[in-house]
Nanobody, 114 residues
């Protein structure tokens, strides 16, 4: 019932696009602010974007203007549209409740390279 399943990652060239999905349970999704996080090798996990139940969004400066977070309440799913990808976006991407984390999922690998 308490689950987070990320998908949609892959290998893309610089300037390419990917759309990540995060399937959640109703319990997780209900009244929580949801966030996308990423962790690159040798670095700490960082918040990329977050979205409130009402649809208000916030982004890290490094991705502002390139990434868009959204949610589908009927599907209990959070999305991250990633455009104009750069090599520095390479990381494992995770979703979770903002700040008050549930158990982490496996994440999905995004690799940006020629």
């Amino acid at each position: 019932q308490v689950q987070l399943v990320e998908s949609g990652g892959g290998l893309v060239q610089p300037g390419g696009s990917l759309r990540l999905s995060c399937a959640t349970s109703r319990i997780i999704f209900s009244l929580n602010v949801m966030g996308w996080y990423r962790q690159a090798p040798g670095k700490e996990r960082e918040l990329v974007a977050r979205i409130t139940p009402g649809g208000t969004t916030n982004y890290a400066d490094s991705v502002k203007g390139r990434f868009t977070i959204s949610r589908d309440n009927a599907k209990n799913t959070v999305y991250l549209q990633m455009n104009n990808l750069k090599p520095e976006d390479t990381a494992v991407y995770y979703c979770n409740i903002f700040e008050n984390y549930a158990n982490w999922g496996q994440g999905t690998q995004v690799t940006v390279s020629s």
